[in-house]
């Protein structure tokens, strides 16, 4: 397992807060053992909280033409059809992933093809189980066309702890299938608008690994 590159500012952020408290708790209360005791602990949890964050494991990843690959680690926490309002403008199959603080926070591409379409909207930091976000927080929004002239849109969605969105692609890049796309710190959610008629391979409330888990087929 290796650190993601996004990780780096934080962590080195973190090791500074770490060794400024210590530094300052060794020197004002060296004669308290547990008070020392106790802020070693706590920050020894929070180093291992925080690289676990930007955790980057190796993994085998799964490639396959015409299926469509689960872009995050997660939750599945929506499978519905709606309509899409930005790009599509008609009805979609909605499938949403819920990543949690635990997670890793790797976006993959879901499919290959050319990027027709991107665009970053800055909003609200609203819960990522909160309807209301996949419309109102920021998020980015990718369309990505397969070979076969499939669109598969797919959107990062910050939430209330995740206040970073990092994105690596834009319009008219040829981008292939479990290669990363970007990036959420802190978790939040991805959501996939899907052709009507795709074959989903998911349930509610399965947990699903970025670039290994199939969602489904394209039609």
Known sequence: MTIHKEGY???ALTLLVIFVLNAFIDYRYADITWLRWL?????????????QFFRNPRRPFLAQDKMIICPADGKVVVIEETIEEEYFKDKRLQVSIFM?????????????GIVRYFKYHPGKYLAA???????ENERTTVVVEHESGTPVLFRQIAGALARRIVWYVKEGDVVEQTKEFGFIKFGSRVDLFLPIGTKVDLELNQIVRGGITVLGELP
């Open 100 to 112: 949690s603080p635990v997670n890793v926070h790797i976006n993959r591409n879901p499919i290959s």
């Open 9 to 11: 500012t934080s962590i």
């Open 129 to 135: 189980w909160n309807p209301k976000s996949s419309t």
């Open 39 to 51: 802020i070693y602990v706590v920050s020894l949890v929070l180093f291992i909280t925080v690289l």
